[in-house]
């Protein structure tokens, strides 16, 4: 063996390893040709699916060098029908994988393949079975120096951990299963070690509503209780920040996720399916998961997203032209900056934007760089390399107008995608994101910037099995950490691609997921109904902060995949703000009655709402002006300001020149002429008379009616008294005598005898002749249900 160094390329251990190995396969071959000659029907080797099923649980270190120990530990389970004798679990050292490529190919296969799964270590590195029982798992566990490994030159090995025994079908040994993960080996430092950026996200979906509690306190109200569970101890967010404050990374948060758990310090609501609210119960927690995040945070770099983490590609393809969506971008982007500083006393980084899964095109681009960001981070898969580059190239691109692409590696970025619950899954996740970055880092002894930006809300698992990745990378030989801000700035590679890909390219399952057009128009409606409220308050922030950032959520990336529940939030919020618009509003009217020539007209305006409202103005419009007018002419209108709880009545002078139903409309406007409520209509009824004139009228007749039976009650008593005097001799000329006294020959009314004619003229009829009397008007009559017109 002394020899072996002499052979060109290779150092004396790499050499005696590859004359070990060549000894194996000589002394192998034999063995070989024997078991080509089995008979047909008893294969050697498995066919298909292995009836064994191998899990990989534990293999540590994950990255070992010279002096370790590897230790593999996992579960073999029997699914055949058959027991398997005679069985061992063996680790076998496969190929070196020099490419990426490779690593993929590696990972895809299942089953057992002889020569590609590579030979046994043996000897005493395995763990016997004397049989597995079909449907029970048994444990193993095989420690191994690494030097036994025979590895070779640095790099990234296949690793088989493999169970061979018998069958009673088969009685001879053979491969019954496999399964395969990845070695990574540098036992020294790398010449260049890759500049790794990993983006540790704090994100979660919406949780707040737009609604707060009445009174000054403004209790927030929160669409449910799930944030109190995520940052709860074992929740997701709870291990994001529990794992993360230990690792060397680059934090991206959310400014709404610590709006969020800001507000659950204080007492706060949760909605109801009836839409009432109960009290939160996240009041501990969340105080604690904030003094724990400002903790983790201080010296590190931390990324703030807009607001909300709005959907750039959404607003991009759907938003862009509807009146506003701009604007709210802008706003989710300034405010991301005081809230950060407000909660966790740091400022961040504002100069990144982050499209859903990396995936960009021009417009996305120009709709992300229009709210101030500077640097787009894109991913490998949407931003592919075209030229013909034999490494991966470092992830800044500048694509020209001061903008730099931050290229993602998409392998490095999904690799913990899938479901981590399992140890064997995210154990073997872990093993390939290392072999993967090893491959990366011995493409070429060039020094390049790689990032990592895994999906937006990792599950408590895959945060788990992020950081057995990121603790093991940062403890390697061939990587170190570096903030993302550096990685930016880094000098790109002359080759690599700058070129943004087409509209055309934008991936179809993403296109389907995005927020529709109709989104942003309703979230435009919504800002119109704000602004016009916010005119007439006194204190704009009681609205516009809770409704400003509903806005934002509403363009929320959290809402893809989940239409029905962006659809439900976005009515709520317009629903809540008509039903604070409506706590100002004119009071309902019935028909009113207006007697006579002029009168004055009363509409009251009620304000339910704490504060004081102003700026608006009330119109009072007649609908035929030339019967009826208000002051001088077709309308009037008067200001309008109300205190909180209060209401207040508004009085209009009419003047009506004709009778009949006449309807008037009572609108509020705002100051600068926009309609604020619904209008108020009722008829005003006009009449001649007043009850007042009718009444007099009445008394009169009545009067009339009492003299007139007076006198002829007297005339009968006088004419009786003359026909009863003795010696009257004219009894036979009575009644001509009664009919002659009613008038003397002049026309004067005959008094009977003994009256004064003071009696008779107080008691005498009112003559046609005499003056006619004034009824004009006095005061109003009634108008609708008990109220009076005021004159």
């Given at each position: 063996?002394?020899?072996?160094?002499?052979?060109?390329?290779?150092?004396?251990s790499?050499?005696?390893?590859?004359?070990r190995?060549?000894g194996?396969?000589?002394?192998?071959?034999?063995?070989?040709?024997?078991?080509?000659?089995?008979?047909?029907?008893?294969?050697?080797?498995?066919?298909?699916?292995?009836?064994?099923?191998?899990?990989?649980?534990?293999?540590?270190?994950?990255?070992?060098?010279?002096g370790?120990?590897?230790?593999?530990?996992?579960?073999?389970?029997?699914?055949?029908?058959?027991?398997?004798?005679?069985?061992?679990?063996?680790?076998r050292?496969?190929?070196?994988?020099?490419?990426?490529?490779?690593?993929?190919?590696?990972a895809?296969?299942?089953?057992?393949?002889?020569?590609?799964?590579?030979?046994?270590?043996?000897?005493?590195?395995?763990?016997?079975?004397?049989?597995l029982?079909p449907?029970?798992?048994?444990?193993?566990?095989?420690?191994v120096?690494?030097?036994?490994?025979?590895?070779?030159?640095d790099?990234?090995?296949?690793?088989?951990?493999?169970?061979?025994?018998?069958?009673?079908?088969?009685p001879?040994?053979?491969?019954?299963g496999?399964?395969?993960?990845?070695?990574?080996?540098?036992?020294?430092?790398?010449?260049?070690?890759?500049?790794?950026?990993?983006?540790?996200?704090?994100?979660?979906t919406v949780?707040m509503?737009?609604?707060?509690?009445?009174?000054?306190?403004?209790?927030p109200?929160?669409?449910?209780?799930d944030l109190?569970?995520?940052?709860?101890?074992?929740?997701?967010?709870?291990?994001?920040?529990?794992?993360?404050?230990?690792?060397?990374?680059?934090?991206?948060?959310?400014?709404d996720?610590?709006?969020?758990?800001?507000?659950m310090?204080?007492?706060?609501?949760?909605?109801?399916?009836?839409?009432?609210?109960?009290?939160?119960?996240?009041?501990?927690?969340?105080k604690?998961?904030?003094?724990?995040?400002?903790?983790?945070?201080?010296?590190?770099?931390?990324?703030?997203?807009?607001?909300g983490?709005?959907?750039?590609?959404?607003?991009a393809?759907?938003?862009k032209?509807?009146?506003?969506?701009?604007?709210?971008?802008?706003?989710?982007?300034?405010?991301?900056?005081?809230t950060?500083?407000?909660?966790?006393?740091?400022?961040?980084?504002?100069d990144?934007?982050?499209?859903?899964?990396g995936?960009?095109?021009?417009?996305?681009v120009?709709?992300?760089t229009?709210?101030?960001?500077?640097?787009?981070?894109?991913?490998?898969d949407?931003?592919?390399e075209?030229?013909?580059?034999?490494?991966?190239?470092?992830?800044?691109?500048?694509?020209?107008?001061?903008?730099?692409m931050?290229?993602?590696?998409?392998?490095?970025?999904t690799?913990?995608?899938?479901?981590?619950?399992?140890?064997?899954?995210?154990?073997l996740?872990?093993?390939?994101?290392?072999?993967?970055?090893?491959?990366?880092?011995?493409?070429?002894?060039?020094?390049?910037?790689?990032?990592?930006?895994?999906?937006?809300?990792?599950?408590a698992?895959q945060?788990?099995?992020?950081?057995?990745?990121?603790?093991?990378?940062?403890?390697s030989?061939?990587?170190?950490?570096?903030?993302?801000?550096?990685?930016a700035?880094?000098?790109p590679?002359?080759?690599a691609t700058?070129?943004?890909?087409?509209?055309?390219?934008?991936?179809?399952?993403?296109?389907?997921?995005q927020?529709?057009?109709?989104?942003?128009?309703?979230?435009?409606?919504?800002?119109?109904?704000l602004?016009?409220?916010?005119?007439?308050?006194?204190?704009?922030?009681r609205?516009?902060?809770p409704?400003?950032?509903?806005?934002?959520?509403?363009?929320?990336?959290?809402?893809?995949?989940?239409?029905?529940?962006?659809?439900?939030?976005?009515?709520?919020?317009?629903?809540h703000?008509?039903?604070?618009t409506?706590?100002?509003?004119?009071?309902?009217?019935?028909?009113?009655?207006?007697s006579?020539g002029s009168?004055?007209?009363?509409?009251?305006?009620?304000?339910?709402?704490?504060?004081?409202?102003?700026?608006?103005?009330?119109?009072?419009?007649?609908?035929?002006?030339?019967?009826l007018?208000?002051?001088?002419?077709?309308?009037?209108?008067?200001?309008?300001?109300?205190?909180?709880?209060?209401?207040?009545?508004?009085?209009?002078?009419?003047s009506?020149?004709?009778?009949?139903?006449?309807?008037v409309?009572?609108?509020l406007?705002?100051?600068?002429?926009?309609?604020?409520?619904?209008?108020?209509?009722?008829?005003?009824?006009?009449?001649?008379?007043?009850?007042?004139?009718?009444?007099v009228?009445?008394?009169?007749f009545?009067l009339?009616?009492?003299?007139?039976l007076?006198?002829?009650?007297?005339?009968?008593?006088?004419?009786a008294?003359?026909?009863?005097?003795?010696?009257?001799?004219?009894e036979d000329?009575t009644?001509?005598?009664?009919?002659?006294?009613d008038?003397?020959?002049?026309?004067s009314?005959?008094r009977?005898?003994?009256e004064?004619d003071?009696?008779?003229?107080?008691?005498?009829p009112?003559?046609?002749s005499?003056?006619?009397?004034?009824?004009?008007?006095?005061s109003?009559?009634?108008?609708?249900?008990?109220?009076?017109v005021?004159?």
């Open positions: 063996m002394a020899e072996a160094a002499d052979f060109p390329g290779l150092t004396p790499p050499a005696r390893r590859w004359f190995r060549a194996v396969l000589l002394t192998g071959a034999p063995l070989l040709a024997g078991l080509l000659q089995l008979p047909t029907g008893q294969p050697a080797y498995a066919a298909g699916s292995d009836p064994v099923v191998v899990s990989l649980d534990s293999l540590t270190p994950s990255a070992p060098t010279d370790d120990t590897l230790t593999v530990s996992g579960t073999v389970t029997n699914k055949g029908k058959r027991t398997v004798t005679d069985a061992h679990v063996d680790l050292v496969g190929q070196l994988l020099t490419t990426r490529s490779g690593i993929d190919d590696v895809a296969r299942t089953d057992y393949e002889m020569g590609a799964d590579g030979t046994e270590v043996g000897g005493k590195y395995v763990e016997k079975f004397s049989k029982t449907g029970v798992a048994q444990p193993f566990t095989i420690s120096p690494v030097d036994k490994l025979d590895l070779g030159q790099g990234v090995y296949e690793l088989g951990v493999s169970l061979s025994g018998e069958t009673s079908a088969e001879y040994e053979r491969v019954l496999i399964k395969r993960t990845f070695l990574p080996w540098q036992p020294e430092e790398a010449d260049t070690r890759t500049r790794t950026t990993y983006l540790w996200p704090l994100i979660s949780h509503t737009a609604e707060t509690g009445p009174g000054e306190q403004q209790t109200v929160f669409l449910n209780d109190a569970a995520e940052i709860s101890p074992g929740g997701r967010l709870e291990q994001m920040l529990s794992l993360g404050k230990e690792l060397d990374v680059t934090w991206v948060i959310d400014p996720l610590l709006a969020s758990v800001d507000a310090i204080g007492s706060y609501g949760v909605q109801g399916a009836d839409g009432s609210s109960t009290p939160g119960t996240g009041q501990a927690v969340a604690q998961w904030l003094a724990e995040l400002q903790d983790a945070v201080e010296g590190k770099e931390v990324v703030a997203l807009p607001f983490d709005p959907d750039l590609a959404s607003i393809h759907n938003g032209n509807v009146t506003g969506t701009l604007s709210h971008l802008k706003s989710a982007t300034d405010v991301a900056t005081n950060v500083e407000t909660i966790l006393h740091i400022t961040p980084s504002t990144f934007a982050w499209p859903v899964n995936a960009v095109d021009p417009s996305i120009k709709i992300a229009s709210a101030g960001a500077d640097k787009v981070i894109a991913r490998s949407s931003l592919k075209t030229g013909d580059l034999p490494y991966t190239p470092s992830a800044a691109r500048p694509i020209g107008g001061g903008t730099t931050v290229v993602a590696d998409t392998r490095l970025s690799a913990f995608q899938g479901d981590m619950t399992s140890a064997g899954s995210s154990t996740a872990v093993q390939k994101f290392l072999a993967t970055s090893l491959t990366t880092t011995l493409q070429t002894d060039k020094q390049r910037t790689v990032v990592v930006a895994p999906q937006r809300m990792p599950s698992s945060a788990q099995t992020m950081e057995k990745a990121i603790t093991a990378l940062q403890d030989n061939w990587s170190q950490p570096q903030e993302l801000t550096a990685t700035d880094t000098k590679d002359p080759g700058t070129k943004v890909p087409a509209a055309s390219s934008y991936p179809t399952t993403l296109r389907r997921h927020l529709p057009q109709a989104a942003f128009a309703q979230i435009a409606s919504t800002q119109d109904k602004d016009n409220f916010k005119i007439i308050l006194t204190d704009e922030t609205v516009e902060t409704f400003g950032r509903a806005i934002n959520r509403e363009m929320a990336t959290s809402w893809r995949g989940r239409s029905r529940e962006a659809d439900s939030f976005r009515r709520g919020v317009e629903l703000l008509d039903e604070l409506d706590q100002v509003r004119l009071i309902k009217k019935s028909e009113t009655k207006l006579g009168a004055t007209i009363p509409v009251t305006v009620q304000n339910n709402l704490v504060q004081p409202v102003d700026n608006l103005v009330l119109r009072f419009t007649s609908t035929n002006p030339t019967r007018k208000i002051g001088d002419g077709a309308y009037q209108e008067q200001d309008i300001a109300v205190s909180g709880g209060h209401s207040q009545s508004v009085k209009f002078t009419t009506s020149n004709a009778n009949g139903p006449i309807t409309i009572a609108q406007y705002t100051k600068d002429g926009q309609k604020y409520g619904p209008a108020v209509s009722f008829n005003v009824r006009v009449t001649e008379f007043t009850a007042m004139a009718m009444l009228i009445g008394g009169g009545l009339l009616v009492l003299a007139g007076r006198m002829y009650t007297q005339r009968k008593r006088a004419a008294r003359l026909a009863a005097e003795p010696g009257n001799g004219h000329e009644a001509d005598e009664d009919a002659g006294a008038e003397n020959q002049d026309g009314e005959s009977p005898q003994g004064s003071a009696s008779v003229r107080a008691d005498a009112e003559q046609p005499d003056p006619t009397p004034n009824t004009a008007p006095e109003a009559g009634p108008s609708g249900t008990g109220e009076r005021d004159r």
